[in-house]
């Protein structure tokens, strides 16, 4: 198989990504800022079926630590030809009260994170001539804006995202490095409990928000994941895919 880096991989939606490359039999470097978490998924994800799975403690805000976290992986496992950029942090903050901290903390893992995440790894592919396939994780907020607001920074973290698949689809296309997009819709993580407050009823909102009527399960995100870096979806680049229960074409949500 061919090898995988994900990032936040410890928890939610990068695990479940991490496990489903495991049972198909991909080498895997995982990321997260949570090294203890990420060495219980790297463990799981061997006794699933990775011939290895290297457990690398990185935050992916830092360019230093990215690129340490590459180096590694090649050393150990070869040139990751599949990239999940997923590692991402919400706050639930109006405008008016959001500091710059809270904005720069945000815009600094998941906007910044996710380009040092793909520009890494272009690298090392088109150092070796390399076809390879990326997916970014953004989300239904780079779409439509949330009737419960309290999101800006992190919105525009997703904007942002979504734009960079589009440009680096469109500059690395004639290397054979596709780079798409997956739109998660509320999913059930630990990080919709920052969305939504770990105290709401998030499973009746879900019935009335959500066309499906329930939240996403993290395996049905990673499905999707795995289907963008595989060869069926060989002509498929600049794309978002939305595994949102049909949040965005709702248009208006309260997640
Ligand atoms: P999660 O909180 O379960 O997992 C995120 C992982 O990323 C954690 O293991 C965390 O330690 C890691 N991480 C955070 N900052 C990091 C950093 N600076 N460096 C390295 N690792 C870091 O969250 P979930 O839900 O699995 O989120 C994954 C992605 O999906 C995120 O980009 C999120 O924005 C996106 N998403 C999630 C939705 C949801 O409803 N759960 C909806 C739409 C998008």
């Known amino acids: 198989g061919e090898v995988t880096l994900i990032t936040g991989a410890a928890s939610g939606i990068g ?25 219980a998924v790297a463990a799981e994800a061997e006794e699933r079926g990775a011939p290895r799975a290297l457990a690398i403690a990185a935050d992916i805000s830092s360019e230093r630590e990215v690129a340490d976290a590459y180096a590694r992986c090649r050393a150990s496992l070869g040139v990751p030809v599949n990239i999940v950029a997923n590692a991402g942090v919400e706050i639930a903050r109006e405008a008016h009260e959001t500091t710059f901290a809270d904005w720069s903390g945000v815009l600094g893992v998941n906007l910044s994170g996710t380009f040092l995440t793909c520009r890494d790894g272009i690298r090392l592919l088109l150092a070796e001539s390399l076809p390879g396939a990326i997916v970014c994780v953004s989300s239904p907020s780079a779409f439509v804006a949330f009737a419960g607001g309290a999101n800006s920074a992190y ?10 698949v589009r440009a680096l689809a469109v500059e690395y296309a004639a290397y054979g490095i596709r780079v798409n997009g997956v739109v998660p819709g509320a999913t059930a993580t630990p990080l919709l ?15 009335t928000q959500i066309p499906m009527g329930r939240l996403a399960r993290p395996g049905e995100i990673a499905e999707a994941i795995d289907w963008l870096l595989g060869p069926k979806a060989g002509y498929v680049t600049g794309s978002h895919l939305h595994v949102d229960g049909g949040l965005t074409a709702r248009g208006a949500n309260d997640f």
Do not use: F, W
């Not at 409990?193 to 019935?207: C, E, K, M, Y």
């Open 15 to 39: 695990r479940a990504a991490a496990l489903l490359r495991a049972s198909a039999g991909h080498p895997l470097a995982l990321l997260d800022r949570d090294e203890a978490g990420v060495r």
């Open 193 to 207: 409990d920052v969305t939504t407050g770990a105290d709401d009823d998030i499973a009746a909102r879900a019935r």
């Open 155 to 164: 919105a525009s973290s997703k904007g942002g995202i979504s734009a960079l």
